[in-house]
């Protein structure tokens, strides 16, 4: 007995579905006596007759007869469940389930590629989470999270998607009202927005000289666009990613007050599990961001 479960199940159906010892032996790579034996021994650990034998035919007990529907059945359900495991991971179908960087970046331009693969894989589904809090990718079951910025040590891997430039800013009113600035220490004394980051790394481009800056801000937000929006308002100076802020730049809507010094890039990573076994369809999916990145 294995698991609760007795040994020979497995022969039985063959010989019930063969009608012949001999053939159900052959099928099975055994010898007549010896299925004849693993029947026999089933029948004793089980406590029941299953089969009628006689030299000429072969039929089931009615306790054979519910015992093969049965164990038919189940057979049939194990297949089935072991053939959609293995088909989770050599086919394009089945649910990924995605928690990424929100705002502006995961609306415009992740979400955009995520629905373009899912028109070209018509068998697959995606569950996409903007959930600020950093999870735990394994505790929460996501198959893959996408981070922004400096990645904590992790046992998961990781592969850079793109990076962006970030840039101090504030409208041309704003610097006007408060006067030239010139090293990051004097934004202790001015109205600030952030988010989530609460150090802001200043290099100065010639120099090299570094400053750690805390930030208290007057705005706190999340919301990239928020942020923008209280910026544009002259409420304040920023760090946004250029992708918030490029086209206001390129217009002069806003401005970088402090040229000389300069913020570091963030990368925008994807993480997934380690494991032989990640799907096909996570694959897939990590490798056609990696390209479509590339040409973005």
């Known amino acids: 007995m294995t698991s609760g479960f007795p040994d020979g199940i497995r022969e039985f159906l063959a010989v019930i579905e063969e009608q012949s010892f001999s053939k159900a032996a052959e099928q099975l790579g055994l010898s007549r006596a010896r299925v004849s034996q693993i029947i026999s021994r ?3 650990e089980m ?10 035919s072969l039929s089931l ?3 054979g007869e519910t015992f093969y529907q049965l164990s038919r059945q189940g057979i049939d359900q194990l297949e089935h469940a072991v053939q959609s495991a293995q088909n989770a991971n050599t086919s394009l179908s089945g649910n990924i389930r995605i928690n990424a960087v929100g705002g502006l970046f995961g609306e415009k331009i992740l979400s955009p590629l995520l629905l373009r693969f899912m028109q070209e894989n018509p068998h697959i589904e995606i ?29 998961l891997i990781g592969r850079k998607l793109t990076n962006y430039s970030n840039h101090l800013v ?3 009113d704003f610097i006007n009202s408060i006067g030239k600035l010139t090293h990051p220490r004097a934004l202790l004394d001015q109205p600030l927005i952030n988010g989530s980051v609460k150090r802001w790394s200043f290099t100065h481009k010639i120099s090299k000289e570094k400053y750690e800056l805390p930030v208290q801000g007057k705005l ?5 666009h928020v942020a923008k929006l209280a910026v544009l308002a002259s409420a304040g100076l920023s760090r946004q990613p250029s992708y918030y802020v490029e086209q206001e ?12 010094w300069q913020l570091p890039s963030s990368d925008v990573t994807v993480l997934y ?5 990640t799907s096909l369809r996570v694959k897939a999916l990590v490798n056609y961001l990696i390209d479509a990145f590339k040409n973005h």
């Open 127 to 155: 569950d996409l989470s903007f959930s600020s809090p950093r999870v735990d990718l394994i505790e929460a079951q996501y198959d893959l999270v996408i981070r922004m910025g400096t990645l904590e040590n992790s046992n």
């Open 61 to 63: 007990s009615p306790a």
């Open 220 to 224: 706190k937000c999340a919301n990239g």
């Open 47 to 56: 406590g029941v007759q299953l089969l009628y034998r006689s030299t000429r």
């Open 249 to 260: 730049l390129a217009t002069g809507q806003l401005v970088e007050p402090m040229p000389d």
């Open 273 to 277: 599990p380690q494991s032989r076994n």
């Open 42 to 44: 089933l029948e004793k």
């Open 170 to 172: 504030a409208t041309p």
